[in-house]
């Protein structure tokens, strides 16, 4: 399945503009600059990092002590024009344990200000998207963690809303389920609607999207394609690349020669990694190179173009900010 794309539009939907938030003396958000438009954004980092702070301050749940917030144009803190067009998944419980998936979701559409007939019917539709019709009768205490993830999803799919918040929507949830909610995450991308999906799962977010913002500790780190986020992360970091071979010590010998390999490390029976300051140049030579030492090469791999990777290096100690 292609991953969703940001939607080519200058339209911001969600600014935060120097935001930061404090809880007593822990730092929640700390001077967050961030643009979102139309389409899906991955918000990745470690538990504690500020996803779920970002979240809340969006929603208007959360003032922050400094800077500006606007969604649709507004600060959801202090208008309910705002709030109402926000959809937010929680990764917390918020359904009530003593009845029926289906009252509870007829419950939360009234609370948006559907009359009875009207939350009565988007409850169904949205146990149908997500599966759920045949255990709605069952007293939510009674379901599994994944089928409470699925619930909540089905208030974001159905509700009539242009920012949708999704925090840590796969958590619990097993792989059949999880391909299910994708899609449907997607479709709500595809439809023009503003979507968050905050999670530390980045094999997740891979799936659905090539645009994230990466936070550590409060901060945003990068924000933007990871096509373009690894490119950055190029020009100021080293890059690992994996060969296997069936004589990789005649490999290594070939590649030490080469003047833009920084090290070569033995890492196995038939595993070689070399370290190189420029990736470019690394993958023109490497065919001319394998090719004069006569080693039979099995594969070739980068151990760094993924998102876990960017991820990785701007997170850890000591790295600035791409």
């Known amino acids: 399945m292609s991953k969703a794309r940001q939607a080519e539009t200058t ?105 009875p007939r009207l939350a009565r019917e988007q409850a169904e539709r949205g146990l149908e998207l997500v599966g759920l019709r045949a255990d709605a009768a069952r007293r939510y205490r009674t379901w599994s963690r994944g089928m409470r993830q699925r619930l909540k999803l089905a208030l974001a799919l159905v509700a009539d809303v242009d920012v949708v918040l999704l925090d840590e929507p796969f958590l619990g949830v097993d792989p059949p389920n999880r391909y299910q909610l994708r899609q449907h995450i997607e479709a709500l991308g595809a439809l023009g609607r503003t979507v968050l999906i905050s999670s530390h799962l980045l094999h997740e977010v891979e799936t659905i999207t090539d645009r994230v913002a990466i936070f550590a500790h409060g901060r945003l780190l990068g924000h933007g394609p990871v096509a373009d986020l690894l490119r950055e992360l190029r020009k100021n970091h080293p890059h690992r690349v994996r060969i296997r071979a069936d004589d990789p010590r005649g490999l290594m010998r070939a590649l030490v020669a080469l003047p833009h390999i920084r090290s070569v490390d033995f890492r196995g029976d038939d595993t070689v990694d070399f370290v190189t300051d420029e990736p470019d140049a ?41």
């Not at 959360?62 to 929680?90: H, K, M, T, Y």
């Not at 001319?288 to 090469?297: E, M, Q, W």
């Not at 993924?306 to 990785?312: H, V």
């Open 11 to 115: 339209e911001l939907t969600v600014e935060l503009s120097q935001v930061s938030v404090f809880y007593g003396e822990v730092v929640g958000l700390s001077s967050v600059d961030l643009g979102v438009g139309p389409g899906i954004t991955g918000i990745v980092g470690p538990n504690g990092c500020g996803k779920t702070t970002l979240m809340r301050t969006l929603t208007g749940l959360l003032a922050p002590r400094e800077g500006q917030v606007r969604v649709l144009g507004a600060d959801p803190f202090s208008s309910a024009a705002a709030r109402v067009r926000i959809g937010f998944v929680p990764a917390t419980e918020c359904f009530l344990d003593a009845v029926s998936a289906r009252r509870n979701l007829e419950i939360a559409f009234a609370a948006r200000g559907a009359r």
């Open 282 to 322: 690394a993958y023109r030579d490497l065919p001319g190179v394998i090719a004069s030492s006569g080693v039979l090469v099995r594969s070739v791999t980068s151990q760094d173009d993924t998102l876990e990777a960017l991820f990785r290096h701007v997170t850890q100690a000591g790295v600035a900010r791409l």
